[in-house]
């Protein structure tokens, strides 16, 4: 089984807000139909979710936000994963819509649900999930990033290989240089402000990977914009960076 996750830099366009990158989502839809095994996918929120969360001040940790900010985020993110389904779809991949709450309560998996997202493509279909605003509880919502849904499947299902499609090569040993850290085991990559988003960027990513990693699958960063690369890495090549 294969888990990737789909960087909202991939596919929308950071710099403008709420622009889908429909080439780059066909083309990763493409790749991964080769696939020869299950693939679960989750993607992130770039300038849809992302885009709101800022405006309304919205992060990781549960609040009471603004209820017009929870809602307007969450409509962002079902417009974006709609596209993310009708391009798999498109080209052939028969995805099936899990929204985070199908395996989430409050802040806590739930892993029957996750078990459940395993089946379902172990059944042919793509389990399909993205980052969200969700339901604390007490009057508190938070910002569930698609880095951190990653660990909560992974834990249960324990995939082959978890994929993490970036618009970058990889982690870079410094931001200056961009030397491409091949292999990162216990490294401490420096990682720069630039990178930060509502839910913490490059630096969450490493932090998920690492965890992961840690629980016995391989973790690898690739460039999402060049779907080759995806390809190679579920076939055993990897170019990027690889957590193991
Ligand atoms: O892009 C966060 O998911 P991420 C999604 O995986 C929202 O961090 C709603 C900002």
């Known amino acids: 089984m294969i888990l990737i996750k789909l960087g909202g830099s991939v596919i929308t366009d950071k710099a403008r807000p709420l622009t889908p990158r429909k080439k780059a989502m066909d083309a990763v839809a493409r790749v991964?139909?080769?696939?020869?095994?299950?693939?679960?996918i989750v993607h992130g929120g770039g300038s849809f979710g992302h885009y709101w969360s800022v405006k309304?001040?919205?992060?990781?940790?549960?609040k009471?936000?603004?209820?017009r900010g929870v809602a307007t985020v969450k409509n962002s993110m079902i417009k974006l994963d709609n596209m993310v389904l009708e391009s798999l779809f498109k080209n052939g991949h028969s995805p099936y819509c899990l929204c985070p709450s199908a395996f989430m309560s409050g802040n806590r998996a739930s892993p029957?649900?996750?078990?459940?997202?395993?089946?379902i493509a172990k059944s042919g279909m793509t389990p399909v999930t993205?980052?969200?605003?969700?339901?604390?509880g007490q009057k508190k919502t938070y910002i569930l990033s698609g880095d951190r849904i990653m660990t909560h499947i992974a834990k249960v299902l324990r995939p082959r290989l978890c994929i993490f499609?970036?618009?970058?090569?990889?982690?870079?040993?410094?931001?200056?240089?961009?030397?491409?850290?091949?292999?990162?085991?216990?490294?401490?990559?420096?990682?720069?402000?630039t990178d930060m988003d509502v839910t913490g960027g490059m630096a969450r990513k490493v932090r998920e990977a690492t965890a992961i990693s840690r629980g016995g699958t391989r973790v690898?960063?690739?460039?999402?914009?060049?779907?080759?690369?995806?390809?190679?890495?579920?076939?055993?090549?990897?170019?990027?960076t690889l957590f193991r």
């Open 64 to 67: 009471k936000y603004n209820p």
């Open 112 to 119: 029957k649900g996750i078990r459940e997202a395993g089946e």
């Open 32 to 40: 991964l139909r080769k696939a020869d095994e299950p693939v679960i």
């Open 165 to 193: 499609a970036l618009g970058e090569d990889g982690l870079y040993s410094d931001m200056k240089s961009r030397k491409l850290v091949r292999e990162a085991g216990s490294m401490r990559a420096s990682i720069s402000a």
């Open 220 to 240: 690898f960063f690739v460039n999402g914009n060049k779907p080759r690369r995806i390809a190679d890495a579920i076939g055993g090549k990897f170019e990027g």
């Open 130 to 136: 993205y980052g969200d605003a969700l339901w604390h």
């Open 56 to 62: 309304y001040d919205m992060h990781t940790e549960p």
